[in-house]
């Protein structure tokens, strides 16, 4: 006999997160992504279904719809977001339970020299090289300001949305100083779920390739949609390690349909045996709105260019004829602004702003508050649910 239900939208809203998963893998090496089809379907030309969600500005700070959607026009993130899966209040831990430990320095100088030119996705590392992350968990770091994405599908001017857009795409990078160790690698079909209801969203994110190894992680809120696959190659030369990323970023905004594409700059470790080490980017970044054919380009500059000042960061934002509209300045550590180029009475509009880190964040792998948050057993099931995809087939 069947027993009986006793919340039926909490019931109903662990099926929705269950089926909240990704449904194809790799197609011609670039990861695609569906929601199951009572959600969402979208490619770089497919439309969002817009039918269940209301248009126009509201407040942010609920982060949930404001009105009651039908029955029959539920999707299952809005079971996701009437269950207490969001409802229920947790307490956040504040640090990890326990501080790195030191690893042997002559260890690592003789297990570096023997890698050197290798292909370090394809060799076993020690695990005190390891942070207690996996690297699904270290792309939802993507996420910790989706504040700005919030901000940004309410701007009725395309052009500043454009700029949160790429002042989003710049901010991940700000958790990047003091982390020097590797992430684990995930298992072929592996999953890290992940909700934030302070933000209003929830996200999933799958080992979908293992040689070459390629994630990708599908995050959605009331607000906007944005998906990624990453693909990373690595050139390991003794004194430094280059990390070179593939694919591409996606974000839709709900609102009003605008789709936004960006490809992440290099990331370089540089003085990994001898000297103070330290990580830079390099590279434009082009975002691109597809439905206004503007364009916002950021400009990541390595130490061996500005000395110093590499943390710096400028942009332009072009309008559809390649006029230069607006700048963006700032650094890519700490906040970015956004100026006019024809009005320059106009006051400055803040972009986004990097959250402090603990005082001691050094002893813990130099995680930010909120990645502590992201392998925190005791915040909920749903948090750190980690399995393979292929497990809700079985039994």
């Known amino acids: 006999m069947v027993d009986a239900i006793d919340d039926p939208i909490d019931y109903l809203g662990e099926i929705a997160f269950e089926r909240f998963y990704v449904i194809e893998a790799v197609r011609e090496s670039l990861c695609r992504f569906q929601f199951s089809k009572r959600i969402v379907q979208h490619d770089t030309h497919t439309s969002t279904r817009h039918g269940t969600y209301r248009k126009g500005k509201r407040p942010m700070s609920s982060g949930l719809l404001e009105h009651e959607p039908m029955e029959d026009d539920l999707t299952e993130f809005n079971l996701l977001q009437k269950s207490s899966v969001f409802t229920k209040k947790r307490s956040r831990r504040q640090r990890l339970p326990a501080a790195r430990e030191r690893s042997s320095l002559r260890s690592l100088i003789n297990f570096m020299k ?44 395309s052009l500043v949305q454009l700029a949160h857009v790429a002042a989003f795409a710049s901010s991940t990078y700000s958790t990047v100083l003091g ?33 070459p190894p390629i994630s990708a992680l599908h995050a959605e809120s009331d607000h906007w949609i944005f998906w990624q696959e990453y693909k990373l190659d690595t050139k390991f030369r003794g004194q430094f390690l280059k990390v070179i990323p593939t694919g591409l970023c996606h974000v839709k905004f709900k609102t009003d349909g605008h789709h936004f594409t960006w490809q992440k700059p290099i990331t370089t470790i540089h003085n990994i045996l001898v000297g103070s080490i330290y990580v830079d980017q390099e590279g434009d970044v082009v975002v691109t709105n597809h439905s206004t054919q503007e364009q916002c380009r950021l400009h990541f500059q390595p130490v061996r260019e500005v000395q110093e000042s590499f943390k710096q960061l400028s942009g332009e934002v072009l309008n559809s004829k390649g006029h230069v509209k607006y700048n963006i300045v700032g650094a890519w550590d700490r906040s970015l602004e956004l100026h006019s180029v024809d009005d320059s009475d106009m006051d400055p509009i803040d972009l986004w702003t990097a959250n402090t880190k603990p005082e001691d964040s050094w002893r813990y792998y130099g995680f930010t508050q909120f990645s502590i948050q992201l392998n925190d057993p005791e915040y909920g099931m749903y948090q750190e649910d980690v399995h393979c995809r292929m497990n809700l087939n079985q039994g």
């Open 179 to 211: 982390r020097f160790w590797k992430p684990f690698n995930p298992l072929l079909g592996e999953t890290f779920e992940f909700v934030n209801p302070t933000a209003g969203y929830a996200l999933i994110a799958e080992q979908v390739s293992h040689h």
């Open 114 to 157: 023997s890698v050197v030119g290798k292909d370090l996705t394809k060799v076993t590392m020690p695990v005190h090289f390891n942070e207690p992350l996996s690297f699904l968990q270290r792309l939802a770091e993507d996420l910790e300001y989706a504040d700005v994405l919030n901000r940004a599908s309410f701007c009725k001017n």
